[in-house]
């Protein structure tokens, strides 16, 4: 996009140094656009793109925001305190709080009174949605955060629309759901690990559905957000890759040739024996002990949660340029995110 179509030209992102943050950057970089980043560490790679690094406050304390965002014209906030679930406790409820809820209501205050910013997106999660069982999420499920970090997010974007619903600057809620590409070390990874060293999956008789998102996809729905020169304001938008698939075909997609390219198996199991084990493997748990199967690996690997995404794509004017199996033969076919692969 030509720098004179575009409606910003410098763009702030906190969280810059971390796998969503750098993607984004170097596909901005690669545009023309000046990327400032607020991270705690340097990434010297990106700097050498071009980028400009700023040093992120600790986000645990009050941050004044003034001159982070001095003279940016777009604010992208990645930045936060990541899920912990194996961990939560009541005790981290404060500081979930701090970090994901009070910094960011903090930084959209600031974006309010801020004289060259025009727009402000804020990366919250799925999860927000919490254990929901009403299946696609769509835009009219309800909210309903369990966790310290669910609900500082819920609350993120509850004071976010606060600050900004009456401002004359554009704003955006991305929930994505869990994101993959090079170099993520998510659940994903967990299972490029299993596989690699041929060991058996279980899988329910029954498939179950997820979505997933890969990460050039949601590079793209960040940039057609900030760069087009109409957007709709105000929107909270579910983001993922198109297609629905089981654990089961997600594995089998992972094994292809153009992908992984390693066998996969798997064992059949009936629900109640998934079931009956995990809660065996919770109680272990509560004891100390270190178990490869619980109630939390069983949701996360056989789990339903799916999402739609019609409403994002009609509303954003945008479609995922890969499918998902693209963004799996990308993740693990060598290619990386150093160059382009959009615009």
Same mark, same amino acid.
């Given at each position: *996009?030509? $720098?004179? $179509?575009?409606?910003? /030209?410098?763009v702030l992102i906190t969280g810059g140094s971390g796998f969503i943050g750098s993607a984004l950057a170097r596909s901005l970089l690669a545009d023309g656009i000046h990327v400032r980043i607020a991270s705690r560490v340097r990434n010297a790679n990106l700097e050498r793109l071009g980028a400009e690094w700023f040093p992120l406050p600790d986000l645990a304390n009050p941050v004044d925001w003034i001159p982070v965002i001095d003279t940016m014209e777009a604010v992208v906030h990645l930045a936060g305190l990541a899920h912990r679930f194996e961990t939560e406790q009541t005790g981290d409820w404060e500081l979930y709080d701090a970090v994901n809820h009070q910094a960011t209501k903090s930084l959209a205050l600031a974006v309010k009174e801020s004289l060259t910013v025009k727009r402000f997106l804020f990366m919250s999660t799925v999860r927000v949605h919490g254990n929901t069982k009403d299946f696609p999420i769509n835009t009219n499920t309800p909210k309903k955060p369990i966790t310290p970090y669910?609900? &500082?997010?819920?609350? +993120?974007?509850?004071?976010?629309?606060?600050?900004?619903?009456? $401002? %004359?600057? &554009? =704003?955006?809620v991305f929930r994505p759901v869990m994101v993959y590409g090079p170099g993520n070390r998510g659940n *994903?990874?967990?299972? %490029?690990f299993i596989m690699r060293n041929n060991v058996p999956i279980p899988v329910g008789r029954v498939p179950n559905k997820k979505s997933f998102l890969y990460i050039d996809n949601l590079i793209s729905a960040i940039k057609s957000y900030l760069l087009k020169p109409k957007v709709i304001s105000g929107c909270f938008w579910l983001i993922a890759d198109k297609e629905i698939l089981s654990t089961e075909e997600l594995l089998r997609t992972m094994s292809l040739p153009e992908a992984m390219n390693v066998p996969v198996r798997f064992i059949y199991l009936p629900n109640w024996i998934?079931? =009956? $084990?995990?809660?065996i493997g919770d109680a272990f748990k509560r004891l100390g002990l270190p178990v490869p199967w619980n109630s939390e690996v069983k949701e996360k690997l056989l789990g339903d949660l799916y999402v739609d995404i019609e409403t994002t794509m009609e509303e954003l004017d945008w479609q995922p340029p890969f499918t998902l199996k693209e963004g799996i033969s990308r993740t693990y076919s060598g290619i990386n /995110?150093? +160059?382009?692969?959009f615009k």
């Open positions: *996009m030509k $720098s004179e $179509s575009r409606v910003v /030209n410098r669910d609900k &500082s997010k819920s609350d +993120a974007e509850i004071s976010t629309a606060q600050a900004l619903q009456f $401002s %004359e600057i &554009s =704003w955006t *994903m990874a967990k299972l %490029e998934l079931t =009956w $084990s995990a809660h /995110n150093e +160059a382009p692969r």
